[in-house]
């Protein structure tokens, strides 16, 4: 499976913006999704995931309310809408996928990466 990210950009601290994911390569619809992000100095954090047919969905506490992850396995493709952006969400932002119908939230879980797409939030 490959995955390209996209849709990130600069935006101020209270604005919006929405990641896709693009999956190729062997069905990604038998695949859980995730995204994670990386400040600069700063691990690798989980940040949300989806189960293969979008049923189930997990978020960490600091997005938790902003921030919904959706999936259209018709388009191959995973979303991560991000709202009421904070400063603090500044890093770049990668998905991810596993095989199997366990949700993942640690980096180790899953076999597939994208690239990664910047995210500034200005405050």
């Known amino acids: 499976v490959q995955l390209q990210a996209s849709g990130g950009g600069s935006v101020q601290a209270g604005g919006s913006l929405r990641l896709s994911c693009a999956a190729s390569?062997?069905?990604?619809?038998?695949?859980?999704m995730g995204w994670f992000r990386q400040a600069p100095g700063k691990e690798r954090d989980f940040v949300a995931a989806?189960?293969?047919?979008?049923?189930?969905?997990y978020y960490a506490d600091s997005v938790k309310g902003r921030f919904t992850i959706s999936r259209d396995n018709a388009k191959n493709t995973g979303y991560l809408q991000m709202n009421s952006l904070k400063s603090e969400d500044t890093a770049v932002y990668y998905c991810?996928?596993?095989?199997?119908?366990?949700?993942?939230?640690?980096?180790?879980?899953?076999?597939?990466w994208g690239q990664g797409t910047q995210v500034t939030v200005s405050s």
């Open positions: 390569g062997r069905s990604s619809s038998s695949y859980a």
């Open positions: 989806i189960n293969w047919n979008g049923g189930s969905t």
């Open positions: 991810a996928a596993r095989r199997g119908i366990v949700i993942g939230t640690t980096p180790g879980t899953y076999e597939y």
